[in-house]
């Protein structure tokens, strides 16, 4: 039996912690599961659960990978940690532990027939804290066992969901004012040269109850809220106080098609420039492929002025599907950011390079520079340069960065890529 002070229930601990930095560092999600062995009646208690828990422990380390851990409770229930993992991926992972369970045959005669019942906590999830884990996964296991479920996933319910929604819609506003919000900053990595020559500034909030929020899930309320303005102009104005101590580096800020369209924006943009004293061809606006499903008069004609400013334009997230192939060749952006999905569908499919080898050299052709987000891999970051990428952004070059970890990283991330490249 696993208790608080034996070295398995340390042991448990510590790689907890590390796989819950792992996850919160590398912004990747993490499962954790705990499984009960549960055996038809006819079974022999004692006589046979001992050896079925250590036969299960060894089938199922020969199921997990090395970063994975199982930790044995008692003689019939264990804790599995499956790290850098999505829901999908992790029910996969469970239902193979499952099946070499059910066609476990401890005693051929008698056809004694095994399987589990699993209760998964993922990380990070709805409201789910730290501390908690193991109980939320423990808990899940409970409910699979009365609602004789193989795998039950803990999901916060919808009055947590709905408590917390409403928390951040009401608290957005004040976050301004409350110095809540801050940037960070993630390089970008040019690769015929290997040198880091621009960042994306991503806005960051760090609420003092929830912890940090995803933009992905409150901008959606920003822009409910009519807020997506001051929260634009609030950004702009911290890259113009901080652009002296980035050096001559590049900086993308990401823009809402709203935003785009907003009338004052050349107004604040020139302001801005002449009071913090700003080069703007340093300056990148990062605009969404939806911008292809607006009247495309207004928005060529406001592109055409920020160009004029001689601000750059970058069409975000492209390949997700708004952007007709017209669009494409008329729009007077500069840079082409391909979509992260883009890698992950060429990591599993390496056929795909042929096919994404013409998008790259019609966008050169077209005079645009090629950004790919969401390299995650060294493997990933040799595909794109083969592809003749010309930029690559992603957790392998560098996770975002406060402004003061850019300037100490930089050199260390140029130095470490370029051993690589
Ligand atoms: P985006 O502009 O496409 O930004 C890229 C997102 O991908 C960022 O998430 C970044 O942290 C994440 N990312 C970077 N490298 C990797 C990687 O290797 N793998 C994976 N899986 N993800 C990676 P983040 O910071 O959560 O931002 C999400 C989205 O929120 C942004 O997508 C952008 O649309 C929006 N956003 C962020 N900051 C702002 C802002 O200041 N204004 C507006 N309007 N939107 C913003
Ligand atoms: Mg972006
Ligand atoms: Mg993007």
């Given at each position: 039996?696993?208790?608080?002070?034996?070295?398995?229930?340390?042991?448990?601990?510590?790689?907890l912690?590390?796989?819950?930095?792992f996850?919160?560092?590398?912004?990747?999600?993490?499962?954790?599961c705990?499984?009960?062995?549960?055996?038809l009646?006819?079974q022999?208690?004692?006589e046979?659960?001992?050896?079925?828990?250590?036969?299960?422990?060894?089938?199922?380390d020969?199921?997990?990978?090395?970063?994975?851990t199982?930790?044995?409770?008692?003689?019939?229930?264990?804790?599995?940690?499956?790290?850098?993992?999505?829901e999908?991926e992790?029910?996969?992972?469970l239902s193979?532990?499952?099946?070499?369970?059910?066609?476990?045959e401890?005693?051929?005669?008698?056809r004694?027939?095994?399987?589990?019942?699993?209760?998964v906590?993922?990380?990070?999830?709805g409201s789910?804290?730290k501390?908690?884990?193991?109980?939320?996964?423990?808990?899940q296991m409970?409910e699979?066992?009365i609602?004789?479920r193989?795998?039950?996933m803990?999901?916060?319910?919808?009055n947590?969901d709905?408590?917390?929604?409403?928390i951040i819609?009401?608290d957005?506003?004040?976050?301004?004012?409350?110095?809540?919000?801050s940037?960070?900053f993630?390089?970008?990595?040019?690769?015929?040269?290997k040198?880091?020559?621009?960042?994306?500034a991503?806005?960051?909030w760090q609420?003092p109850?929830?912890g940090?929020?995803?933009?992905?899930e409150?901008i959606?309320?920003?822009?409910a809220?009519?807020?997506?303005d001051?929260?634009f102009q609030?950004?702009?104005?911290?890259i113009?106080k901080?652009?002296?101590?980035?050096?001559?580096y590049?900086?993308?800020?990401?823009?809402?098609?709203?935003?785009?369209?907003?009338?004052?924006?050349?107004?604040?943009?020139?302001n801005m420039a002449?009071k913090?004293e700003v080069?703007?061809?340093?300056?990148?606006?990062?605009i969404?492929?939806?911008i292809?499903?607006y009247?495309s008069n207004?928005?060529?004609k406001r592109?055409?002025?920020?160009?004029?400013?001689?601000?750059?334009?970058?069409?975000?997230?492209?390949?997700?599907?708004?952007?007709?192939f017209?669009?494409?060749?008329?729009?007077p952006?500069?840079?082409?950011?391909l979509d992260?999905?883009?890698?992950?569908?060429l990591?599993?499919n390496?056929?795909?390079k042929?096919a994404?080898?013409?998008?790259?050299?019609?966008?050169?052709?077209?005079?645009?520079?090629?950004?790919?987000?969401?390299?995650e891999e060294?493997?990933?970051?040799?595909?794109w340069?083969?592809l003749?990428c010309?930029i690559?952004?992603?957790?392998?070059?560098?996770?975002?960065?406060t402004?003061?970890e850019?300037?100490?990283?930089?050199s260390?991330?140029?130095?470490?890529?370029?051993?690589?490249?």
């Amino acid at each position: 039996m696993i208790n608080s002070t034996s070295p398995e229930f340390q042991r448990l601990k510590e790689r907890l912690d590390i796989s819950v930095a792992f996850s919160e560092r590398y912004e990747k999600s993490l499962a954790i599961c705990y499984l009960r062995i549960t055996a038809l009646p006819k079974q022999q208690k004692g006589e046979t659960t001992g050896n079925l828990s250590d036969w299960f422990q060894s089938e199922v380390d020969s199921l997990i990978r090395n970063i994975d851990t199982l930790e044995k409770v008692n003689n019939t229930d264990f804790i599995l940690i499956l790290t850098d993992i999505t829901e999908n991926e992790c029910e996969v992972v469970l239902s193979r532990i499952i099946g070499t369970l059910n066609k476990l045959e401890l005693k051929p005669m008698q056809r004694v027939t095994f399987g589990a019942n699993i209760g998964v906590c993922m990380f990070p999830y709805g409201s789910a804290q730290k501390g908690n884990l193991v109980q939320f996964a423990k808990k899940q296991m409970e409910e699979a066992v009365i609602n004789n479920r193989a795998i039950s996933m803990y999901r916060p319910n919808k009055n947590e969901d709905e408590i917390r929604q409403s928390i951040i819609r009401n608290d957005l506003p004040a976050a301004l004012q409350n110095n809540q919000l801050s940037v960070v900053f993630q390089p970008q990595l040019q690769l015929n040269t290997k040198k880091i020559i621009g960042m994306e500034a991503l806005i960051r909030w760090q609420h003092p109850a929830l912890g940090k929020i995803s933009p992905v899930e409150f901008i959606p309320y920003a822009e409910a809220k009519g807020l997506l303005d001051s929260l634009f102009q609030w950004v702009f104005e911290e890259i113009c106080k901080k652009i002296e101590k980035l050096k001559n580096y590049n900086i993308s800020i990401n823009l809402s098609v709203n935003q785009l369209l907003s009338s004052g924006l050349e107004l604040f943009i020139t302001n801005m420039a002449d009071k913090y004293e700003v080069d703007l061809s340093r300056i990148t606006l990062e605009i969404t492929e939806e911008i292809g499903l607006y009247s495309s008069n207004k928005v060529l004609k406001r592109i055409k002025n920020l160009k004029l400013l001689g601000i750059k334009l970058a069409l975000d997230d492209f390949g997700k599907g708004y952007f007709s192939f017209a669009d494409f060749i008329n729009f007077p952006v500069d840079i082409v950011k391909l979509d992260k999905s883009f890698v992950t569908s060429l990591a599993s499919n390496s056929h795909l390079k042929k096919a994404i080898l013409p998008i790259i050299q019609m966008a050169h052709f077209l005079g645009f520079k090629v950004v790919v987000e969401g390299i995650e891999e060294y493997r990933q970051l040799i595909d794109w340069e083969e592809l003749k990428c010309d930029i690559v952004q992603g957790f392998f070059i560098s996770k975002p960065l406060t402004l003061d970890e850019f300037i100490v990283d930089i050199s260390k991330i140029e130095h470490r890529v370029n051993g690589l490249l």
